[in-house]
C-alpha cells in the first residue's frame, strides 16, 4: 500500500478496519448497552445498501480490508445477506465479519454464510434462562443456542463469544460460560463495561476488570498461559489452558489499546467516527445525498483519521461521554 493510500492518524496509527452499522434497531435491550425505552432512527435516516457500499469502496481505496457489520442488531436489517455479497464484491476488501446477538442467526446462517461472510461474533452474557433476561431485558437464550447450532452446521470457523462483565451482574455467568465454550469449540472474550450505556449509569466501580475475570477463571478452572503476550498488536489478550481451551479478554478500561487501533466506524446514519468514545462526527450522508464525489467522500475519511485523539481518555478527569450510545454508535 503506498503513503497516499492509506489512512494513518497524526500519532503513525495505519487504519485497516471498518466498523459499519446497520441499523440502531435491536431485538435486547441490554443493560449496558441500550435504555429500556427507545426512539429509533427513521428509516429513511439510515443509510442504504448503495451508500454503505459506495463508502466502503472508497475507504477500501484508502486502505481499508476488513469490515465487521454490527448495530443495533444487524440480523434485523432486512436482506443482511445481499449487503454482505456487495461488501464481499468491494475491490481491497479481504474479509467480511458480523457482530451479532444471535436471536435470529439459525434462519439467517445458511444465507449469510453463502453471501460470503467470514467471521461472526456472537454476543452471549449468560446460559441460564433468568440470567439471560436480566441482563437483556429480553427472553431469547434458546435462539442464540439454536442460531450457534445453525452457524456451526454451516461451517462457520473460529466462532467467538463476546462476554461483557460487569461487577454484581454477571460474575455467576462467567464459568458456566467459559465451560460451555471451551466444550463447543467457541472462542470466548470477556470485554470490559465501558461507558457507552444508554441509560448512562456507568461507574468504574461496575467495571469487572479482564484481570479480575482471569482470577477467578483460573481458581475455578486452572492455570491459563498467555498466548499472545508478544504480539501487542492484539486489542485482546488470549489465554489457554494446557489441557485445552482458549479464553481472551478486551479490556479497553483497565488496559486501554487505543496506541494500536486501527479502526473507523460508520454509523447506521451515515456519520464517520474514529473512535467509539468520539464526540464528533463526519457527515458522510450528506455527501452521498448531496451529490458528493468519491474524492470528498475520501476527503471526509481522511479528515476524520487526521482528527483522531491519542486515546479514548475513560480514566482521565476531563473524559466526556460520547453524546450517543452503543447501539447507536456500533459496537
Ligand atoms: N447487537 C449485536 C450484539 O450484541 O452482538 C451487535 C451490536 S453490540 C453494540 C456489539 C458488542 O458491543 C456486543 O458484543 C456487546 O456486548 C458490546 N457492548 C455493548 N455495550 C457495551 C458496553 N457498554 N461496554 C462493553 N461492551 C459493550
Ligand atoms: Fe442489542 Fe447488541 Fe446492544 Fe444488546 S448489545 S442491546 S443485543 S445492540
Not at 452457524?151 to 461483557?164: H, L, P, T
Request: glycine share 8%; net charge neutral; proline share 5%.
Amino acid at each position: 500500500m503506498t503513503a497516499a493510500a492509506s489512512l494513518v492518524d497524526s500519532f503513525g496509527r495505519v487504519h485497516t478496519d471498518l466498523r459499519i452499522s446497520v441499523t440502531d434497531r435491536c431485538n435486547l435491550r441490554c443493560t449496558y448497552c441500550m435504555p429500556l425505552e427507545v426512539v429509533f432512527k427513521p428509516r429513511e435516516e439510515l443509510l442504504t445498501f448503495e451508500e454503505i457500499t459506495r463508502v466502503a469502496g472508497v475507504a477500501a481505496t484508502l486502505g481499508i480490508r476488513t469490515i465487521r457489520l454490527t448495530g443495533g442488531e444487524p440480523l434485523m436489517r432486512r436482506d443482511l445477506p445481499e449487503l454482505v455479497r456487495q461488501l464481499v464484491a468491494v475491490p481491497g476488501i479481504e474479509e467480511v465479519a458480523i457482530t451479532t446477538n444471535g436471536l435470529l442467526l439459525a434462519e439467517q446462517a445458511a444465507d449469510l454464510r453463502a453471501a460470503g461472510l467470514a467471521r461472526l461474533n456472537v454476543s452471549l452474557d449468560s446460559l441460564t434462562a433468568h440470567g439471560f433476561e436480566r441482563i437483556a431485558r429480553r427472553p431469547g437464550l434458546d435462539r442464540v443456542l439454536a442460531g450457534l447450532e445453525a452457524a456451526k452446521r454451516e461451517g462457520f470457523a473460529q466462532i467467538r463469544i463476546n462476554a461483557v462483565s460487569i461487577k454484581g451482574l454477571t460474575e455467576a455467568e462467567i464459568v458456566p460460560l467459559t465451560r460451555f465454550c471451551r466444550r463447543e469449540g467457541f472462542h470466548l472474550r470477556f470485554i470490559e463495561f465501558m461507558p457507552l450505556d444508554g441509560e448512562e449509569s456507568w461507574d468504574t466501580s461496575q467495571v469487572l476488570s479482564g484481570a479480575e475475570v482471569r482470577k477467578l477463571l483460573e481458581r475455578d478452572i486452572g492455570p491459563l498461559v498467555a498466548e499472545n503476550a508478544d504480539h501487542p498488536g492484539q486489542p485482546a489478550i488470549d489465554y489457554r489452558w494446557v489441557d485445552g481451551g482458549r479464553v481472551g479478554f478486551i479490556n479497553p478500561v483497565s488496559r486501554p489499546f487505543c496506541d494500536r487501533c486501527d479502526r473507523l466506524r460508520l454509523t447506521a446514519d451515515g456519520q464517520v467516527r474514529n473512535c467509539l468514545f468520539s464526540t464528533v462526527e463526519w457527515d458522510a450522508r450528506s455527501l452521498l445525498r448531496g451529490g458528493g464525489d468519491d474524492t470528498s467522500i475520501a476527503t471526509l475519511i481522511r479528515d476524520c483519521v487526521a482528527a483522531k485523539r491519542a486515546a479514548h481518555g475513560i480514566d482521565t478527569p476531563t473524559f466526556a461521554r460520547p453524546a450517543r450510545a452503543m447501539y447507536q454508535i456500533g459496537g
